[in-house]
């Protein structure tokens, strides 16, 4: 989906190449996860598109793209990250940043739409202007620091249990 903004995700992870020792970096893998619908046109332009970028940027081997995930992969994905980058401009309200959230992850995301409303910058995940360098740095503070990660990962659980719960929601209705 081009609204998603996804080259922001590979041009980020390119640039923490640069901010970490190439040991550390090695470890780290970035996947790309979402629904994905082969009729579409613009699906399959994008998804070719960002592979083709990935090889280009040097990171077809660190980089996995999950096409539609099931709910027990998108779970089992949740359950191992470290954290979860969230890179659409425009989005009025994203889920995946409250699941994130719920799973206890923090989220580095655009500083605008829903999730500067979900995401309290610094405490629960990153929120950050649309350009790599930012994401990147966000993305290695939460790599190099794991107490952070689960400082946030914490603070994560008690918002989205808290103020976010889905009842909530349907109550607003």
């Given at each position: 989906e081009p609204r998603k903004n996804l080259p922001l995700a590979l041009h980020a992870f390119a640039r923490l190449r640069d901010l970490l020792p190439?040991?550390?970096?090695?470890?780290?893998?970035?996947?790309?996860?979402?629904?994905?619908?082969?009729?579409r046109h613009d699906n399959r332009t994008?998804?070719?598109?960002?592979?083709?970028?990935a090889r280009e940027l040097g990171l077809a081997g660190q980089v996995a793209f999950l096409r539609s995930p099931s709910d027990a992969e998108r779970a089992s994905l949740l359950r191992r990250c470290r954290c979860v980058v969230y890179?659409?401009?425009?989005?009025h309200f994203g889920y995946v940043p409250v699941e994130a959230m719920a799973a206890g992850h923090p989220v580095v995301a655009v500083n605008h739409g829903g999730p500067a409303e979900t995401i309290v910058d610094a405490r629960t995940g990153f929120l950050r202007e649309?350009?790599?360098?930012a994401f990147a740095d966000a993305l290695a503070s939460l790599?190099?620091?794991?107490?952070l990660a689960r400082r946030m990962g914490e603070a994560d659980c008690r918002r989205a249990a808290t103020a976010l719960p889905i009842t909530a929601f349907g109550q607003l209705l």
């Open positions: 190439a040991d550390l970096f090695a470890r780290i893998r970035l996947v790309i996860a979402g629904g994905y619908d082969e009729r994008v998804f070719e598109a960002l592979r083709r970028e890179t659409p401009e425009g989005e649309p350009v790599p360098e790599i190099t620091d794991p107490g």
